[in-house]
Each structure stands twice: as structure tokens, then as C-alpha cells.
């Protein structure tokens, strides 16, 4: 069974350090990966995606890929209390299905 | 991104009623449409795949009699919970696709007492 896993957390962090969240998956097949961000009571908002090993910046976040290694992980640079929530990460196999981790919760605390 | 929308977004219901959420892509056509569930403190779960005009595929342990998806049209996609009890009681997402993105809806919250 494909599996995506996560630390629950939390993770809490100051105002202004950098939260790293990991993420390890078990299907080498495994071809796009996500990070979406949710709010309590909210759906998931995509904050970034991923298909090439390496790192991929946009703004204050940087997803590194390690198609070795079966690893991902989102950083959050200069991190906000607005960025307090559950970040999930999810993987697709060859369809257009996102199998999600449980998501780890950051608290940032001023 | 699309602008999707689910209604009703929260709904109270007594043991073997059925509820029906609605899904709206309002300015995207939605190919396929993937419908979720999300239980406190837990993930998301997928609990089918419909692609517009097809039956639905349902994920293993979902029950295809239970849950009822209409995918009529590319804007427009329907999740039945037939003879709901208190442990469907749960977050339900539908995401509709197309080609290269896929988006989220708002959610329904469903409490069944």
C-alpha cells in the first residue's frame, strides 16, 4: 500500500526562524508531489508542487525533493504566526490521485 | 486558481436521513472530480474518482450503495450519504480536476446525530 508519512507535530517555531517540514514516501513511482496548507476547518490550499529532484523556491518557501532518499520537505523562511496550520503532503502516481499524509501541525509564536 | 464551491458548507442531520452535497466548479470545467473525507485530526482521505458522464471508482472500504456520486455534467457533481449514521459524521471535500490542475472545494461539515 502507498504510503505518504508525516510527523504530527507540532512543530512550533519563533516568529522570524525557519520551519523545515519532512515528508517520506514509500513508492518509488511515486512522479508529482504536493504541499497544501489547511487552516482548522478549512480545505487544503496548495502552496507548492514539485516533480524534479532538487529545490524549488517561491517566495518565502522552499521544497526540496530527494527521489533517492523518498524524501520532501517544505522549508517556510521567516516564518509568521499566519503560518500556524496543518501542512499536508501528498503524492501522485501515475493518475491524477493525491494520496495525502496525516500533516504536521506548526505552531510559530511571537 | 478555479473558484468551486460546496453546499450546503455545514449540515445537521438525525440518524438514516440522507444528505446530499452539492459541488460547483464555477469557471473551470471539471473533467474528474475526486471526492474526500476528513475525520478530526486526521488526513484526507480519497473515497471515489468520477470522471464526467462515467460511474464513479470507489477507494477500497468505501461503499458505492452508501455513498452516492453524480458526475452529471463539467461544473456540476453531487455526493449522496444514503442512511447516514454517526460515524459518517466527518469534513467531506470534493476537488474537481481537469488536465494539469486540481483544486479544492470549501468543504461540508456533516454531524449526524
Known amino acids: 500500500q502507498k504510503e505518504v508519512e508525516q510527523n504530527s507535530g507540532p512543530l512550533s517555531v519563533p516568529e522570524g526562524a525557519i520551519a523545515s517540514l519532512n515528508c517520506t514516501y514509500s513508492?518509488?513511482?511515486?512522479?508529482?508531489f504536493f504541499w497544501y496548507r489547511q487552516y482548522s476547518g478549512k480545505s487544503p490550499e496548495l502552496i507548492m508542487f514539485i516533480y524534479s529532484n532538487g529545490d524549488k523556491e517561491d517566495g518565502r518557501f522552499t521544497a526540496q525533493l530527494n527521489k533517492a532518499s523518498q524524501y520532501v520537505s517544505l522549508l517556510i523562511r521567516d516564518s509568521q504566526p499566519s503560518d500556524s496550520a496543518t501542512y499536508l503532503c501528498?503524492?501522485?502516481?501515475?493518475?491524477?490521485?493525491?494520496?495525502f499524509g496525516t500533516g504536521t501541525r506548526l505552531q510559530v509564536f511571537p | 486558481g478555479a473558484v468551486v464551491s460546496q453546499h450546503p458548507s455545514w449540515v445537521i442531520c438525525k440518524s438514516g436521513t440522507s444528505v446530499k452535497i452539492e459541488c460547483r466548479s464555477l469557471?473551470?470545467?471539471?473533467?474528474?472530480m475526486f471526492w474526500y473525507r476528513q475525520f478530526p485530526k486526521q488526513s484526507l482521505m480519497l473515497m471515489a474518482t468520477?470522471?464526467?458522464?462515467?460511474?464513479?471508482?470507489?477507494e477500497q472500504g468505501v461503499e458505492k450503495d452508501k455513498f452516492l456520486i453524480n458526475h452529471a455534467s463539467l461544473t456540476l457533481s453531487t455526493l449522496t450519504v444514503t442512511s447516514a449514521h454517526p460515524e459518517d459524521s466527518s469534513f467531506y471535500i470534493c476537488?474537481?480536476?481537469?488536465?494539469?490542475?486540481?483544486?479544492f472545494g470549501p468543504g461540508t461539515r456533516l454531524t449526524v446525530l
Open positions: 468520477s470522471n464526467e458522464g462515467s460511474k464513479a471508482t470507489y
Open positions: 501528498a503524492v501522485t502516481y501515475n493518475t491524477d490521485k493525491l494520496i
Open positions: 469557471d473551470f470545467q471539471a473533467t474528474t
Open positions: 513508492d518509488r513511482g511515486s512522479q508529482s
Open positions: 476537488s474537481p480536476s481537469g488536465s494539469y490542475e486540481q483544486f
